[in-house]
């Protein structure tokens, strides 16, 4: 059950690549939420109330309704355009991101340590890496904040490779500072967009002497 | 002590956030301050002493902190001048009065923190702050630098964070997973090397937008580009520092450790390429503020540089490290003054300052002595040190090149300062609309005076709390 998800974990981040428009973007992330939440469910050795809330929360509250509901408001109230072309064509972008999974899929199996879970840990390298690679090639900063996310759901999956549980009030704290971090950008973005009339990282060069 | 610090901060921000009124803001500010100073003298006297299961009171720690504290002081005059000056507006001023409360707060936590978790909560607490403090006064210039730092360091956090997860990996305790630093240390000797680098090349890559340094630096030089001045008081100095620490934490582990030579590689290799690009960056300053964020980028190079040499390069790293948060907050006292007299940070809108304000001017040209390092400057003393140890260990090269670089900063920073105190009246000037606070330039003479005291006489104090932290790596 738990590869089926990872492999349609590893779709979207494919699909990421194949799309350009701003509602598949979102509606992606709302997907990886979900899938998150089926797979840290299933790695849960003994269900406790507390971890379960807090997975629940992390994934299914946060991930998948709280932050995609948020990038959709910040869509519509910034009129942003509905087609966030990259620089790069999306064959070359899909070749690269394919090059990545691979390229993860072999490094994780030169890794030699039985606490790593390598299922989730090539698909992890994967999403933090598409994640980067997904900011690099966008000019704007909505797409930027995108990239952000996907780092952040491959931030989540890591945490699952390395199986280690952190005490609950530290996870809890991790999880409202990175919440936290998603609004404050998000409320940025839409002050850049007022401000400069503009979401293109390329008009942000003010501060260049 | 640190939660119920954490509480009376978090309740004194929110008191003065909720009622603007400027006599809330002075007392809730002064209370705060002495609250710090209480903090620090009291983690003193328990030197080494647990506080709750995830801090702990150590002499490093202490240190920072006692910086932060005698900083805070003189924070308060120049803040309350930047709104005279800037801001003339209540609710303005409170909220940011209230962040640099929290700001404050943030950093002491990352000091003190034992666990690296919650250190890296701190760190990313200190982002948002500053990101609100950045933009406070909600321009255009402030909103881009803000947007840059928020979003550069954002990414910086959640590679630090990789980096963690992978150290998680390898500090499984009978309890669970256990990242506090002394835990981390007692087991680092049986870590995987292959994880314990690459968790260390994150976690150095994730805090660089922190301490200023390659690669993702160029977050924070934007950032103290416009900040203002009280602001840069505090981020070029004490949230430096806060970086220092939590990559000091991860050496402390890796160097127990026989990867300490190649740790020691990466940051000698991290410290040549930010001097290096500070150098060139330099080349092409037309600011003030961006002269030093690149000279604080070049000193903290100079500092992981002193690391890298190993034993003989700590104390004269760590000296450096307290030398250069007094400087630079100092000069950024200053720079405020010289802001409010030509109402530009830029080179070609100043000079003659030494003609429009004599006392001014003189604490501008201590200042730049004592960054550049030279005599009688505690700098010089540390550089000085610096380069025996490199010289001595056999990095004769390096130390060349770094002689030679240090050079050019060098005459950088003293033609722009000649451009200041010398140069022509600009046209731009307006007699009528310069700001004079005679009281200005102490806390600039206070400090350069420290400095150059410090260089000379260390008190034995401060010599047995850098000895205590260089323990800490041994």
């Not at chain 1, 620089?87 to 394919?98: A, E, G, K």
């Not at chain 2, 609710?91 to 003190?112: G, P, Q």
């Not at chain 2, 690459?198 to 103290?224: Q, R, W």
Request: proline share 3%.
């Amino acid at each position: 059950m738990v590869i089926v998800l990872i492999i349609l974990f590893a779709a979207t981040l494919v699909y990421f690549f194949l799309s350009e428009r701003v509602y598949s973007f979102i509606w992606l992330l709302s997907i990886q939420g979900v899938l998150l939440f089926g797979i840290a469910f299933n790695n849960l050795i003994n269900i406790q109330p507390i971890e379960l809330i807090l997975i629940l929360l992390e994934t299914l509250i946060v991930k998948a309704i709280v932050v995609p509901w948020f990038l959709n408001r910040l869509h519509r109230k910034n009129q942003l355009k509905k087609i966030h072309e990259s620089t790069v064509p999306v064959f070359y972008s899909l070749i690269i991101i394919s090059a990545i999974l691979i390229g993860c899929f072999l490094m994780s199996y030169t890794i030699d340590n039985e606490i790593i879970q390598l299922r989730f840990f090539t698909v992890a390298l994967a999403t933090v890496i598409g994640g980067m690679y997904f900011i690099i090639i966008h000019k704007n900063i909505f797409s930027h904040l995108v990239g952000f996310l996907i780092i952040e759901n491959g931030t989540f999956l890591l945490s699952l490779a390395v199986g280690g549980e952190m005490p609950f009030l530290v996870s809890l704290a991790v999880l409202l500072d990175v919440l936290l971090a998603v609004l404050v950008i998000g409320v940025f973005l839409n002050k850049v967009s007022d401000t400069f009339d503009t979401i293109s990282a390329s008009k942000l060069n003010q501060l260049k002497d | 002590m640190i939660l119920p610090f954490f509480g009376i901060a978090l309740i004194l921000s929110l008191l003065i956030f909720l009622f603007p009124k400027r006599i809330i803001m002075a007392t809730g500010s002064v209370l705060f301050v002495s609250l710090h100073i209480v903090l620090t003298v009291y983690s003193f006297q328990n030197l080494g002493e647990w506080d709750t299961a995830f801090y702990r009171f150590d002499s490093l720690a202490i240190l920072l902190n006692a910086l932060l504290s005698i900083l805070l002081v003189p924070t308060i005059f120049h803040a309350n001048l930047y709104f005279q000056r800037h801001v003339k507006d209540p609710k303005k001023e409170s909220y940011f009065t209230a962040t640099m409360i929290i700001l404050a707060t943030a950093i002491s936590s990352v000091y003190f923190a034992e666990n690296i978790v919650i250190m890296w909560v701190s760190i990313e607490a200190t982002t948002l702050c500053v990101t609100f403090l950045i933009f406070h006064n909600r321009y255009e210039t402030p909103l881009e630098a803000a947007w840059k730092y928020l979003f550069l360091s954002s990414v910086g956090i959640a590679i630090a964070f990789l980096g963690i997860l992978i150290l998680a990996t390898q500090a499984n305790s009978p309890e669970g997973v256990n990242l506090s630093i002394s835990f981390l240390t007692s087991v680092a000797a049986k870590m995987d090397p292959f994880f314990l680098k690459t968790a260390f090349v994150l976690i150095l890559t994730g805090y660089s937008a922190k301490l200023n340094v390659f690669p993702l630096f160029a977050a924070t030089i934007d950032a103290k580009t416009v900040a203002p001045s009280p602001v840069n008081a505090i981020i070029s100095t004490a949230l430096v520092n806060a970086g220092f620490v939590a990559i000091f934490r991860i050496y402390t582990v890796i160097n127990q450790t026989s990867l300490n030579s190649w740790a020691q590689n990466v940051l000698l290799v991290t410290g040549l390429i930010s001097l290096s690009l500070a150098t060139i960056q330099l080349f092409r300053i037309k600011r003030y503020k961006r002269m030093f964020a690149f000279s604080s980028m070049e000193h903290i190079a100079l500092i992981l540089i002193a690391l890298s040499v190993g034993k003989p390069g700590y104390y004269a790293a760590l000296l450096h490290l307290i030398f250069h948060t007094l400087i630079k907050g100092g000069l950024f006292f200053q720079f405020g003054q010289v802001r409010a007299f030509f109402h530009s940070g830029w080179i070609k809108d100043t000079g003659a300052y030494f003609r429009l304000n004599g006392t001014g001017a003189l604490a501008f040209m201590l200042g730049i002595i004592c960054i550049t390092a030279i005599p009688p400057s505690g700098l010089f003393i540390t550089e000085f040190l610096i380069f025996k140890a490199l010289f001595s260990t056999g990095y004769t090269i390096i130390a060349i090149a770094v002689l030679i670089m240090l050079t050019i900063i060098m005459y950088i920073i003293f033609s722009k300062t000649m451009h200041l105190l010398f140069a022509k009246i600009p046209e731009i000037f307006k007699p009528e609309a310069v700001i004079v606070n005679r009281f200005e330039p102490i806390s600039q003479f206070v400090l350069f005076g420290l400095v150059i005291y410090l260089g000379f006489n260390p008190p034995a104090l401060l010599v047995d709390l850098i000895n205590e932290t260089i323990h800490l790596l041994n």
